[in-house]
């Protein structure tokens, strides 16, 4: 008996890798800055991908058909990006683009999976990727139109009135401090901003101003690497207020980076970063759960927040594919996509015409405290 089975497995497997001989494989492009100042988020981001992939084709792929993914490292640079997702497109002849990682990459690249009518969910944090949407182009991070209401109802919570708001000069930031002014005051506070670009060596004057305006709180919104060094600057000058970090800090890096400078600071992140902080009640709580263990199995390391991201993506892009009821192309994977309806690791999308990024309906967001440079849950 056991001979049989294990002939008719043999059998099957043989049988699929004739099958897909015969069929082209999906490809599916993941433009990640893999290198370079932001590569905290491509490299668990090009991870989670290469675990997503592995689970659909160890079940047969899509539709008999192998998925294939190819990476492109981008080095977060903006330019690069553009070329690279030409590449993908005009050249490997992708079927799917994944990412890029950052907003500026994104908003760089979003016309032209527009123009060429080709399928893309990208990473970016920052809700003007998406908004107004557009045909082909989808999100998967929590973004800022999602995160900052949730700082705010925070800082409300702690009785905090005046903000002083510390925002990187690039499309993270700006859409970051658009918002802020939009909803400060519907929350009954005051905010003042300095700005400055992720690359500077040195944010001592900002952070100064920021003392000086008797601010309660601190709040950082920046990609790295510049929210270390800010800390660095307000621990040199004995900043005794509370300090936070957006969700773009939400990962391990960041504590290598800041150090001794991060401790009692505080960081907004999505719940994979520390899944046990959120409520077992919460709707999101067991994928969670699965997607979190499923990356620490596989690459013996816990995930951070970026990898939910290209987690959520490859879970889209699945659902997607089992709704298709003729051939995968990139046309009718952008028409499944957009009727996604699903729990995801960063919330719960619900696609449309109009809308293509995560709802804002009880986002799985949590804040940590650093102490003895390790997240802890507050």
């Known amino acids: 008996m056991k001979l049989k089975t294990v002939a008719a497995a043999l059998a099957l497997g043989i049988t699929g890798l004739a099958a897909w001989a015969q069929q082209p494989p999906v490809k599916i492009a993941a433009v990640y800055a893999i290198t370079g100042p932001v590569a905290p988020y491509g490299v668990p981001q090009q991870k989670a991908v290469q ?7 160890e079940r047969g792929g899509w539709k008999g058909r192998k998925v294939e993914v190819i990476f492109y490292d981008t080095e977060g640079n903006g330019n690069k990006a553009v070329q690279l997702v030409r590449k993908a497109i005009e050249t490997d002849k992708v079927d799917l683009i994944l990412g890029p990682s950052t907003t500026g990459e994104a908003l760089a690249v979003a016309p032209i999976a527009n123009s060429s009518q080709v399928p893309m969910i990208t990473h970016s944090g920052a809700q003007s990727v998406v908004d ?3 045909p082909y182009v989808f999100q998967t991070a929590q973004y800022d139109r999602v995160g900052v209401p949730v700082v705010l109802k925070e800082f409300q919570k702690k009785g ?35 700005q400055f670009d992720r690359q500077d060596t040195d944010m001592t004057a900002q952070v100064l101003r920021a003392k000086q305006s008797n601010a309660d709180v601190l709040l950082v919104w920046s990609t790295f690497p510049a929210p270390a060094i800010i800390l660095r600057n307000a621990k040199a000058m004995a900043y005794a207020k509370p300090i936070y970090n957006s969700f773009a800090m939400a990962s391990q890096e960041f504590l290598k980076q800041s150090g001794s400078a991060s401790e009692n600071t505080s960081v907004m992140t999505a719940a994979m970063l520390m899944p046990s902080a959120l409520a077992d009640s919460h709707p999101n709580k067991s994928v969670i759960m699965k997607d979190y263990n499923a990356f620490q199995a596989r690459f013996n390391e816990a995930p951070n927040p970026s990898a939910q991201h290209a987690m959520d993506a490859m879970a889209i892009a699945d659902a997607a594919v089992a709704r298709i009821g003729g051939a995968i192309d990139r046309q009718s994977l952008r028409d499944a996509i957009e009727k996604t309806d699903m729990h ?7 696609f449309s015409p109009t809308s293509h990024g995560v709802s804002d309906q009880d986002p799985p967001i949590v804040f940590l405290k650093v102490l003895n440079n390790a997240f802890t849950a507050q």
């Open 51 to 57: 675990l997503r992939v592995e689970q659909i084709n």
């Open 132 to 134: 107004p949407a557009t």
């Open 344 to 350: 995801g690791d960063n919330g719960y999308f619900k």
């Open 160 to 194: 905090f009135k005046k903000i002083a708001l510390l925002s990187s000069t690039d499309g993270f930031g700006q859409s970051g401090l658009a918002l802020f002014k939009e909803m400060t005051p519907k929350f009954g506070m005051t905010l003042v901003n300095e």
